[in-house]
């Protein structure tokens, strides 16, 4: 069946989180690779990307005639657009940050690691900076404030963001409660909440298991769920309400949390403008004292 075929990358991952329950595993694997490597498809053949990736370059071809394409060259030249319109100091950093040629050249110097994480995280922030109008953060702060409750989920290293977003929602006045998992009683803790209420899972590879389950249950129970995680393809992705995506840099082992507490900076501040309009100018000055 045609499907049609995507005209930007935002259409294609939108294509792709409708399809991949139908694709076989290597397909899904092809089609998780080429959203979390843009550069990559745009700047290699079908034979490198295979190489690097370790999937087999039938995948992606298959993948790419899945989606509504001829073949993988069409494919590579919807990959390659927005790199066409980027400034060229812009298209160069995406090439090394994609690329994962970021090179640290003496490892057992701490400055030189500083270095190198400092500029993978700045690259994020500017991925992050470049995607901004494509996410659906008016409709996440819409869902977070009409809540009756939050009930915010990270754990492993995610529990960072998950800690931060929860305090920070509360100092901005929306009900919101850490699923923390001390004791292992994370499926306990979850089962207040209810179809009024909403998830915010938070996850990236290798995926919490806990996290999952939580997201299942909550379902079940009819709640709401928001992802933060890293590709539509993401297991905590599936049947969520919504769904933020977020790449952190990943350096030697190492993924940063830059990008992602900014954005969930960028939700609880959203929250707080937002019921400062609602309530009106006079309410202004107690923000300069939330302290978040």
Same mark, same amino acid.
């Given at each position: 069946m045609d499907v049609g075929r995507p005209a930007s990358l935002d259409d294609l991952r939108l294509r792709?989180?409708?399809l991949a329950e139908g694709f076989t595993p290597r397909l899904r694997d092809a089609a998780r690779y080429a959203i979390e490597h843009p550069n990559d498809i745009a700047l290699n053949a079908v034979a490198a990307v295979s190489a690097r990736s370790g999937i087999a370059a039938s995948a992606f071809i298959r993948m790419a005639q899945a989606l509504g394409f001829t073949g993988y +060259?069409?494919?590579q030249r919807l990959f390659q657009q927005p790199l066409q319109q980027a400034a060229p100091p812009s298209w160069r950093e995406r090439v090394r940050h994609y690329g994962g040629e970021q090179a640290i050249d003496d490892a057992s110097d701490p400055a030189a690691v500083l270095r190198a994480f400092s500029q993978a995280n700045?690259?994020?922030?500017? $991925?992050?900076?470049?995607?901004?109008?494509?996410?659906?953060?008016?409709? %996440?702060?819409?869902?977070?404030?009409?809540?009756? $409750? /939050?009930?915010?989920?990270? !754990?492993?290293?995610s529990y960072a963001v998950a800690?931060?977003? %929860?305090?920070? !929602?509360?100092? /901005? +006045?929306?009900p919101s409660i850490q699923l923390t998992g001390l004791g292992g009683a994370v499926a306990e803790q979850a089962r207040a909440a209810g179809p009024r209420d909403l998830l915010v899972a938070i996850s990236f590879p290798p995926y919490a298991a806990d996290t999952?389950?939580?997201?299942?249950? /909550?379902?079940?129970?009819?709640?709401?769920?928001?992802a933060i995680t890293d590709t539509v393809l993401s297991p905590v992705a599936h049947e969520a309400?919504? /769904?933020?995506?977020?790449?952190?840099?990943?350096?030697?082992g190492f993924r940063s949390l830059t990008s992602a507490m900014c954005l969930a900076q960028t939700l609880a501040m959203g929250v707080a403008f937002a019921d400062r309009r609602q309530r009106g100018a006079e309410a202004g000055a107690a923000l300069e004292d939330i302290d978040c």
């Open positions: 792709v989180a409708a +060259g069409e494919l700045a690259l994020s922030l500017e $991925h992050l900076r470049d995607d901004a109008a494509a996410l659906p953060l008016a409709e %996440a702060i819409r869902r977070i404030r009409r809540a009756r $409750h /939050v009930f915010v989920l990270g !754990l492993r290293r800690s931060y977003l %929860a305090y920070a !929602l509360a100092r /901005v +006045g929306r999952l389950r939580v997201c299942e249950q /909550v379902r079940a129970a009819g709640g709401q769920r928001l309400d919504l /769904v933020l995506q977020v790449n952190d840099a990943e350096l030697l």
